[in-house]
């Protein structure tokens, strides 16, 4: 009988228009055998039985080399990597399938998939990765036809041809109970890491797409192969691309400075149209006669369709606005708190009905309508390595595809060939005092959100795969060098006196805890249902909240700790990066994409003249310092109140630019002279998939 826990290895490893034999150990490309030594053979092997992830040096002597081998490892292991980028025709530089990781290891990039062998010779061509999977299939049909762990017994044709029919009756009935899916074909588009920001189908076996690449942002045309590859002269991201070939493009970034306009390029003659301001998204009709949008007004998101008629308004942020086929309505990713990426699915028909398809996702990016009227997106349950799934209209959610790396879908076109990103992303956390920066990220998703005034005790919070579905909220000693996890959740603030937290479930944004940092002891804030997008410590007994209720527009509140009732402020709007004055007279935030400061006391308002971001008061009140982008990449500068002066007093410069995406939160004690930030990188690779049903 053997172990019924037993299985045997996989046989055959495609990847690309190459495959691994293990049993054999050969390598073959579109058929023809690649003759590779044994030690690179073993670093190929070694990296695809774990792609996507890193494999340190360390890991990959111990599997060369075994303990008591003495041979020159750095000299041995480089030869070995050389090798084998030669045989595969890779680059160091510009990496199609093997990264270096500096100091660290190596990566395998380019999508796996692992098919087990059938005893017939598999001179193999085509490209496909790991299989694309909508549900599990039930265990037992799956045993009586694929015992993986034992070789396949010799048949009669009569015996074969019965079991093939057998097979081809079950498959089909499981393919209509469970959503199983045929192999999926990768190719690659784009073969250098670049900030991938858009991609779509051109007519003539041709695509678009807009990256940041060395330090801007290009749009590009190429074929489908990557080849025949040129640059467009456009300074924004196209976001649609109508049957005459005309491109939307949308020029300026939301809550970076500067309008957000909403043009029309011609692919033929290269003429410009603005058609909109203050629209952050959009999609043509499929006769190009209509368009929809997303409109930016004041703290509201609006979907106008057609462009000037809004038929839906969200206080959160909204991206992934598509068309349907029909033009009756539009899908698009809805995420209910603006610092956040977690989100659902929901249409909206041009008379203004709208559902939502989709439970809440930790982590939603990328939408298209797909086939048969299915909305097409891109998300994960937790952390942010995203599958492909899709969605009818009537909410029946189906897993198209899972990868070793996250997702993210671009475009779809008609006949279900799909654009995809391959995203390398994670968020550094750097602090420094004086000056002198160190990293001190800990795991993949590291993210700033205050510092004590002593610059002491730093806040954070891990929302990536390592944070898992709660996330985990951390403070950092910096003196001992020292982090700890105090609880899970996002964190927003700490106290004055450093000693307590609050952090709120991102599962219910409508729950705060406030934990005690010494003793560890949590405390649950009342709730009514009052949906918070952030919150600070005020006066004793008392937080300062932003956030709404159902169906509510955005507002500005006090609230009772004890007792949890909520008490707008009178002659207050609604405010985002909301910085408190440390004798809790002062408000400042941004409002209208603009800097505000309010005087809590007498409701008087100053405008700052500048595009900025509030960060922290001063410990005497007289300054607000704030995050800008102008004139250097970024900057904190110090605005004093009676002066009416700006200041420099940092300049942040991210490290590796080639991947930078910006940053996601900065906080800072200029008094002791301390800052922390964390900055976004994200590396993709554009690919044209064929075979998703």
Known sequence: MGDAGYHKPPEVIRFAAFQLRSDTREL????????????????????????GELVTREELRNRLWPSGTFVDFESGLNTAINRLRAALGDSAEE?????????????????????????????????TPAPAVAEPLPPAPIAAFADHGKKPRRMSAWIAAGCLLVAAVLASFFHEKSGFQPSADFRPVSFRGAGLISARFLSGSRVVYSANLDDKRQTFVSGLDGSNNYSLPLSGVVTAVSDSGDLAVITGEHGKGGPLC???????????????????????????????????????????????????????????LRVSPDGNQVAFLEHPVHEDDAGHVRI???????????????SAEGLAWGPAGQVWFTASQSGVSRS????????????????????????????????LAVDDHRMTLRTAIYGKEADISQFDFSHVDDIAHDGNVLLFTESGDAGGLHYAAYVYDLNAHAARRFGSGRALSLSP????????????????????LTSGRATRVPSDGFRYQWARFFRDGELLVGGSYQGQPL?????????????????????????????????????????????????????????????????????????????????????????????????????????????????????CGAYAYSAHLKLSRLYLVDGIT
């Open 348 to 362: 909206v028909s041009q008379t203004g009905q709208t559902r939502v398809l989709t439970p809440e996702w930790g």
């Open 497 to 516: 006196d450093a000693k307590q937290a609050i952090t709120v479930d991102p599962q219910d944004w409508t729950t705060l805890t406030i934990t005690c």
């Open 555 to 671: 507002e500005t509140a006090f609230q009772d700790i004890k007792t949890g009732k909520i008490e707008p402020i009178t002659g207050v709007p609604y405010l985002d990066s909301a910085a408190l004055s440390p004798d809790g007279t002062k408000l400042a935030g941004r409002s209208n994409a603009e800097t505000v400061i309010f005087d809590l006391t007498t409701k008087n308002m100053e405008r700052v003249p500048s595009h900025s971001e509030p960060i922290v008061w001063s410990d005497d009140g007289h300054s607000l310092f704030l995050l800008t982008s102008n004139p250097a990449p970024y900057s904190i500068v110090a605005y004093n109140l009676s002066t009416k002066q700006f200041t420099a007093w940092k300049t942040i410069v991210p490290q590796n630019a080639a991947a930078f995406a910006g940053l996601a939160g900065v906080a800072a004690a200029p008094d």
């Open 262 to 320: 909403l043009e029309r390029t011609s692919l033929r003659d290269g003429k410009k149209t603005v058609i909109a301001e203050d629209i952050t998204g959009a999609d043509w009709t499929a006769d190009g006669k209509q368009i929809a949008a997303v409109r930016v007004s004041g703290t509201e998101m609006l979907v106008e369709f057609p462009l000037g008629k809004v038929i839906y308004r969200s206080d959160g942020w909204i991206n992934g």
């Open 95 to 127: 990496p199609r399938y093997i990264e270096t990781l500096p100091r660290l290891g190596y990566r395998f990039i380019c999508p796996v998939q692992v098919v087990p062998r059938d005893g017939a010779p598999e001179p193999l061509s085509l490209l």
């Open 28 to 51: 073959y490309k579109q058929g023809t055998r690649i003759r590779l030594q044994i030690k690179p053979f073993q670093v190929l092997e070694t990296l695809l039985e774990r792609p």
């Open 388 to 419: 492909l799934y899709s969605v009818s209209v009537s909410g029946r959610v189906r897993k198209l595809s899972h990868q070793p790396l996250s997702l993210r879908l671009l475009d779809v076109s008609s006949s279900g060939r799909a654009l």
